[in-house]
């Protein structure tokens, strides 16, 4: 089946510090993929939505600046958190829809990485 | 922002019952999904049932979508202690990239 890999799974580093997590699909084209962060017992939530060869569509609240998004090929995008601090410190996860030939992806499941745990000292 | 609200937030059983879990949202969607979370893991599709579903099975996993009253409902038959997990309902309401809003979630436990 469809499989989404997300890389580190989990990183420590100090404050000011940028950090890069990669979601790729492993064995189909995505050319929509969804960030999002979830604090412990929590939900997820959703932060962008990552659009392969264009800018990504934030959702309100989310600082552009702080959170780079980039999705430059229809396998991979990564989330940059950019002079991290400790209140970034959560788990990231990514998903992409599975693949559709008529690229409506309102009735496919989501594929999700196994998330990104980050903790900023 | 969420949508969704499950409801128990946390239920505890002992292996060999059923458990149910219910969903309830808020907007029209166009379908409803059904997601398990390990602790610590990312999340794993279960059962998607569109607007125009009742009822939807796989394996031990039985979902009932009812859209008048805006509701879902997951049962877990004859459970296992390797269902302990997180779940989470989540809609799609037409969308076609696929964009999903999830509920706050049900956190199972099952004791063997």
């Known amino acids: 089946g469809a499989v989404v890999s997300q890389h580190p799974s989990w990183v420590i580093c100090k404050s000011g510090t940028s950090v890069k997590i990669e979601c790729r699909s492993l064995?189909?084209?995505?050319?929509?993929m969804f960030w999002y962060r979830q604090f412990p017992k929590q939900s997820l939530m959703l932060m962008a939505t990552s659009n392969e060869g264009s800018k990504a569509t934030y959702e309100q609240g989310v600082e552009k600046d702080k959170f780079l998004i980039n999705h430059a090929s229809l396998t991979l995008s990564t989330l940059t958190v950019t002079s991290a601090h400790p209140e970034d410190s959560s788990f990231y996860i990514c998903s992409a829809p599975e693949g559709s030939a008529s690229r409506d992806f309102s009735n496919q499941p989501q594929h999700f990485g196994d998330g990104t745990r980050l903790s900023i000292l | 922002s969420q949508q969704g609200e499950e409801d128990p937030q946390a239920l505890s059983i002992q292996e060999g019952e059923n458990a149910t879990m219910n969903c309830s949202y808020k907007t029209s969607i166009n379908n409803l999904q059904w997601y398990r979370q390990n602790s610590g893991r990312g999340l794993v599709h279960l059962i998607l049932i569109r607007s125009n579903e009742r009822e939807k099975h796989s394996g031990r996993l039985r979902v009932t979508l009812d859209t008048s009253k805006k509701s879902s409902s997951l049962l877990i038959t004859a459970s296992r202690a390797a269902d302990t997990a997180s779940y989470f309902c989540a809609t799609n309401r037409g969308s076609t990239l696929g964009r999903l809003y999830f509920g706050r979630g049900t956190q199972l436990t099952v004791w063997p």
């Open positions: 064995d189909f084209q995505a050319t929509t």
